[in-house]
């Protein structure tokens, strides 16, 4: 069963999400670096810090009885060969997670930090439909309604904010992919130390992304400055983008997922609109100041997503009873 999260806990997620919430802000901060460059050096870096961190304080923190199998020989053994599966499950979920982050910092760049954020907001609609095929649990009416309604909100700002919907398009997509590994998390959790899932994923996301800004350079051809940082305040950024926003927030997000449901985890994670816009706008000003609609779509996706727990009563004991123990 998943634990009952404290008070101190849903701070700490908030916290979390709000620093996720800077990471749209730090990718622009960062231009001119391309979004190949810039996932590839975030998850490098971040996989490096990942490697060294464990070897300095290896965490051994483990979940699970190893004896469940028939006596501590046959259990130990089961369980070797269950990590040892997951090795490679963890790089296939880092490589969704380089697409996730190409995805989002791409969006940004068509349109801007908020329309990014606006899109993200979607990814407990994603939840609620990935969910029941991996989890195995059936739809629920209201969780078809709530998408409609969310849909409502994303015509508002395609209707006003029309110039942007390339952005929008591949926040919604970066959004799913965010609701999938997140999902896949939740699992993984409960067999694994936060530190050794992040260092292992950080690394596949690292090889994708390599591989993808290889193939980037091949084909368009940018310049230097797109590539590598060329100014002191870009490298800062992308340190606190690396160590601050991943290594540590990415890490402390999945330690939660072993007391969150995946679904609550990610209902939260859509205050990271909220909490990122209002940056934005403090940051950039006029730059992300936007037409009603927008506000306005924003909004309804917003308590659609919030009201959901509170019209669907039985989510939250229907998520710790799925949860893997």
């Known amino acids: 069963m998943t634990p009952t999260p404290s008070f101190r806990d849903y701070l700490h997620l908030h916290f979390i999400v ?22 590839a050096l975030r998850t490098g870096l971040a996989a490096l810090g990942l490697i060294l961190v ?22 130990q053994a089961l369980v070797a060969q269950q990590r040892a599966s997951d090795q490679w499950a963890l790089l296939a979920t880092g490589g969704l997670i380089a697409v996730h982050w190409f995805a989002f910092f791409w969006a ?23 969910e029941p095929i991996i989890l195995k649990r059936r739809v629920k009416a209201i969780e078809i309604l709530m998408g409609v309604v969310v849909m ?13 919907v390339a952005g929008l398009a591949m926040a919604v997509f970066s959004a799913m992919l965010a609701a999938l590994f997140t ?21 596949g996301a690292f090889l994708t992304s390599a591989a993808l800004c290889a193939l980037y350079i091949a084909v368009v051809h940018p ?27 990415y890490t402390a997000g999945v330690s939660l997922l072993r007391k969150f449901s995946p679904y609550m985890a990610i209902l939260t994670v859509n205050l990271e609109p909220v909490y990122g816009i209002l940056l934005a706008v ?19 996706i917003l308590l659609a997503v919030l009201a959901y727990p509170f019209l669907n009563n039985d989510q939250l004991s229907i998520n710790n009873d799925q949860s893997p123990s």
Request: overall charge positive; aromatic content about 10%.
């Open 54 to 75: 464990l070897k300095i304080r290896p965490d051994k923190t483990q979940t699970g009885n190893p004896t469940e199998a028939g006596g501590p020989a046959s259990g």
């Open 152 to 164: 409502s909100g994303l015509y508002l700002i395609f209707r006003f904010e029309f110039d942007k």
């Open 223 to 249: 310049p230097i400055a797109e590539l590598v940082p060329q100014r002191p305040a870009q490298w800062l950024w992308l340190f606190i983008l690396a160590f601050v926003c991943t290594v540590y927030a």
């Open 108 to 130: 940004a760049r068509l349109s801007n930090a908020s329309v990014c954020l606006a899109g993200m907001a979607t990814s407990s609609l994603w939840a609620s439909a990935l």
């Open 18 to 39: 709000l620093i996720w919430g800077f990471t749209a802000i730090l990718g622009l901060l960062l231009e001119p670096l391309g979004a190949p460059a810039l996932v």
């Open 183 to 203: 999902i896949i998390n939740s699992r993984f959790a409960q067999r694994h130390a936060s530190l050794v899932i992040a260092r292992q994923e950080m690394i």
């Open 282 to 300: 403090l940051i950039f000003n006029d730059r992300e100041r936007m037409t009603t609609g927008f506000y306005l779509g924003t909004l309804v």
